[in-house]
């Protein structure tokens, strides 16, 4: 009986003792950071009872600074706020009487000046599907400094008890020291009209007022996250105002719009919007978007640069040089099942279906994008490089593909100074200094001159040197073109545009066939029909159009459209009217 009693008693000891050593509080979702800025950033996490919250941190593993948020809570978030731009710090969290971290995570600071920086781009992911888990080990080996989600982050439904394990568990190392943004996804919004996805994210609403869509900068870029989630309907009509607004107040170089359903796509599943796109296309034309980035599609698609729902610059693929249009991307392929490719539109220049992340470096003046499959390996590839001085002097610069040569056209503003060009030519970027005019080129504002001595296929960089009234010259612009074919089914240049008079409509056939060329107002309402006559060969053609209606009468001032139809197709070409 002795023995037993001994043994009883040890027993409790050992239980007291358990007891004593167990912690109060335990981390049901680990931490994550959110809004981050030069000079702030916001830690969250959850625990599994409601307590205090507090974030250990500093510029080395000692710490020595803490913060923490008002009463307690079981969702918690404490906001940093006197950092320094671009700087690494260490932190850990504490809930109540339990330090939950070990302090061995870190995260950095946005920079305040322009910064080279990479992020990554994926959607439809949120099912802890095998495929999806090991895609989130590559992501976290890119060494991204932020993410960019397309939607579709949790199915089947957006529904609360799966954003821990189909979410934050999958991400944890990433999202604990760089922040990812997202938009809605139509599983997303399935459950309360997207409340849970919208309570367990942190996104800036200073501009826009709500999560559902916003906007930031980080370094040189401006990035926008619209809420599209329904196929064949047009978007928010106060999100479409506040979108115009947002992106004509910024003056970042880089404008990067993000959101679920796809305006162009591979045509396979849901393939592309044309409704989306009539809302949408005509705003991020005016303010010069440079990259949109979709899902819904599981898979993966680049577009050539469009503008006004036509491709253009595809002779630069895939190397572009101030492109004229916005490239669409859809990067759906983030762990949810594949879907198959189907038909591929004349816009696109790039399509697989398999898991993937893409990757887009973003310097001063060039962005690169790869997109990357799981085991490492790229598969697509492109870059865009902005010259910023080609818009001090010159309001327009191109070159058209010809077969008697590369043709140069450009148009200079009222107040220059230049009374002349000569036109340079170089096989790089970097050396373009092989002068092809003897003389300067007088006359303007419009300029042209044809390249006749290019190499048939091969690229040429080309830039100007344009001479003052005292023989000055200064060197400008940049463009790059080839002499030749194979032609392709776009539209071109539309020249003068705006006009006031007499527009010459361009386009470009890749076969023999009857073209039909139709004028439309902004409702959808034909007003005019242009018939080139007879039957047109491959390469560049042009239709012009006085600004007149079918009854004769010039049309009010406003936007209009040119339907270019090629047998079952069509491109289409925007045209602005003044008077």
């Given at each position: 009986m002795k023995v037993r009693h001994i043994a009883a008693i040890v027993g409790i000891a050992l239980l007291l003792a358990e007891a004593r050593t167990a912690p109060a509080v335990n981390v049901l979702r680990y931490p994550s950071v959110w809004l981050q800025t030069p000079t702030s950033i916001t830690i969250a996490w959850q625990t599994d009872v409601s307590t205090t919250g507090k974030v250990l941190y500093g510029p080395t593993p000692t710490l020595g600074i803490e913060a923490s948020h008002a009463g307690t809570e079981t969702d918690h978030a404490v906001s940093l706020s006197g950092l320094t731009p671009s700087s690494v710090y260490h932190y850990r969290v504490v809930s109540g009487p339990d330090t939950l971290t070990t302090g061995g995570d870190t995260f950095r600071t946005a920079p305040a000046t322009d910064e080279s920086f990479r992020f990554v781009a994926f959607g439809d992911i949120g099912r802890a599907t095998p495929e999806q888990i090991e895609l989130a080990a590559r992501i976290d080996s890119l060494n991204a400094d932020l993410g960019i989600l397309t939607g579709d982050i949790i199915y089947e439904g957006g529904e609360a008890a799966n954003f821990t394990p189909q979410y934050f568990d999958i991400y944890r190392p990433t999202i604990a020291r760089i922040p990812f943004y997202s938009c809605l996804g139509n599983h997303d919004v399935v459950t309360a009209n997207g409340q849970p996805y919208l309570d367990a994210f942190y996104f800036p609403t200073t501009n826009s007022g709500t999560e559902r869509y916003y906007s930031f900068d980080y370094s040189n870029a401006h990035f926008v996250s619209l809420e599209v989630t329904l196929?064949?309907?047009?978007?928010?009509?106060?999100?479409?105002?506040?979108?115009?607004?947002?992106?004509?107040?910024?003056?970042?170089?880089?404008?990067?719009?993000?959101?679920?359903?796809?305006?162009?796509?591979?045509?396979?599943?849901?393939?592309?919007?044309?409704?989306?796109?009539?809302?949408?296309?005509?705003?991020?034309?005016?303010?010069?978007?440079?990259?949109?980035?979709?899902?819904?599609?599981?898979?993966?698609?680049?577009?050539?640069?469009?503008?006004?729902?036509?491709?253009?610059?595809?002779?630069?693929?895939?190397?572009?040089?101030?492109?004229?249009g916005t490239i669409y991307i859809v990067t759906g392929g983030g762990g949810r099942a594949l879907y198959s490719l189907a038909g591929s539109p004349v816009y696109e220049a790039y399509s697989l279906s398999a898991?993937?992340?893409?990757?887009?470096?973003?310097?001063?003046?060039?962005?690169?994008?790869?997109?990357i499959a799981r085991d490492g390996s790229v598969f697509d590839s492109m870059t865009l490089t902005k010259d910023s001085v080609t818009a001090v002097t010159l309001v327009e610069f191109f070159a058209d593909s010809e077969p008697e040569g590369v043709r140069l056209q450009w148009r200079v503003s009222a107040e220059s100074d230049?009374?002349?060009?000569?036109?340079?030519?170089?096989?790089?970027?970097?050396?373009?200094?092989?002068?092809?005019?003897?003389?300067?080129?007088?006359?303007?504002?419009?300029?042209?001159?044809?390249?006749?001595?290019?190499?048939?296929?091969?690229?040429?960089?080309?830039?100007?040197?344009?001479?003052?009234?005292?023989?000055?010259?200064?060197?400008?612009?940049?463009?790059?073109?080839?002499?030749?074919?194979?032609?392709?089914?776009?539209?071109?240049?539309?020249?003068?545009?705006?006009?006031?008079?007499?527009?010459?409509?361009?386009?470009?056939?890749?076969?023999?066939?009857?073209?039909?060329?139709?004028?439309?107002?902004?409702?959808?309402?034909?007003?005019?029909?242009?018939?080139?006559?007879?039957?047109?060969?491959?390469?560049?053609?042009?239709?012009?159009?006085?600004?007149?209606?079918?009854?004769?009468?010039?049309?009010?001032?406003?936007?209009?459209?040119?339907?270019?139809?090629?047998?079952?197709?069509?491109?289409?070409?925007?045209?602005?009217?003044?008077?």
């Amino acid at each position: 009986m002795k023995v037993r009693h001994i043994a009883a008693i040890v027993g409790i000891a050992l239980l007291l003792a358990e007891a004593r050593t167990a912690p109060a509080v335990n981390v049901l979702r680990y931490p994550s950071v959110w809004l981050q800025t030069p000079t702030s950033i916001t830690i969250a996490w959850q625990t599994d009872v409601s307590t205090t919250g507090k974030v250990l941190y500093g510029p080395t593993p000692t710490l020595g600074i803490e913060a923490s948020h008002a009463g307690t809570e079981t969702d918690h978030a404490v906001s940093l706020s006197g950092l320094t731009p671009s700087s690494v710090y260490h932190y850990r969290v504490v809930s109540g009487p339990d330090t939950l971290t070990t302090g061995g995570d870190t995260f950095r600071t946005a920079p305040a000046t322009d910064e080279s920086f990479r992020f990554v781009a994926f959607g439809d992911i949120g099912r802890a599907t095998p495929e999806q888990i090991e895609l989130a080990a590559r992501i976290d080996s890119l060494n991204a400094d932020l993410g960019i989600l397309t939607g579709d982050i949790i199915y089947e439904g957006g529904e609360a008890a799966n954003f821990t394990p189909q979410y934050f568990d999958i991400y944890r190392p990433t999202i604990a020291r760089i922040p990812f943004y997202s938009c809605l996804g139509n599983h997303d919004v399935v459950t309360a009209n997207g409340q849970p996805y919208l309570d367990a994210f942190y996104f800036p609403t200073t501009n826009s007022g709500t999560e559902r869509y916003y906007s930031f900068d980080y370094s040189n870029a401006h990035f926008v996250s619209l809420e599209v989630t329904l196929g064949d309907v047009a978007p928010n009509s106060a999100m479409l105002t506040w979108l115009a607004a947002d992106l004509a107040a910024t003056s970042k170089q880089w404008k990067i719009v993000f959101f679920h359903v796809p305006m162009y796509s591979n045509l396979g599943a849901h393939g592309d919007d044309p409704t989306i796109a009539a809302a949408l296309g005509p705003i991020f034309d005016m303010y010069g978007v440079d990259l949109v980035l979709q899902g819904h599609n599981h898979y993966y698609t680049r577009t050539y640069p469009i503008v006004a729902d036509a491709p253009v610059d595809q002779l630069q693929e895939p190397a572009y040089l101030n492109p004229r249009g916005t490239i669409y991307i859809v990067t759906g392929g983030g762990g949810r099942a594949l879907y198959s490719l189907a038909g591929s539109p004349v816009y696109e220049a790039y399509s697989l279906s398999a898991f993937h992340v893409t990757v887009v470096d973003v310097t001063a003046t060039t962005l690169g994008l790869q997109a990357i499959a799981r085991d490492g390996s790229v598969f697509d590839s492109m870059t865009l490089t902005k010259d910023s001085v080609t818009a001090v002097t010159l309001v327009e610069f191109f070159a058209d593909s010809e077969p008697e040569g590369v043709r140069l056209q450009w148009r200079v503003s009222a107040e220059s100074d230049a009374v002349g060009f000569h036109v340079y030519r170089g096989l790089t970027v970097a050396d373009v200094s092989t002068r092809l005019t003897t003389l300067p080129l007088i006359g303007g504002p419009d300029y042209a001159y044809t390249d006749e001595t290019a190499d048939l296929g091969r690229r040429f960089y080309y830039s100007l040197g344009a001479i003052d009234a005292q023989g000055h010259e200064e060197r400008m612009g940049l463009v790059a073109g080839s002499r030749g074919g194979p032609y392709q089914f776009a539209a071109m240049h539309t020249r003068p545009n705006p006009s006031d008079g007499l527009a010459e409509i361009g386009y470009t056939l890749d076969l023999e066939s009857d073209v039909r060329v139709s004028i439309y107002d902004v409702a959808g309402r034909i007003v005019r029909a242009l018939r080139p006559s007879g039957t047109l060969g491959p390469g560049p053609h042009t239709v012009r159009w006085d600004g007149k209606d079918r009854s004769g009468r010039l049309v009010p001032a406003g936007l209009y459209f040119a339907r270019i139809q090629s047998g079952h197709r069509s491109v289409w070409a925007r045209v602005l009217r003044v008077r």
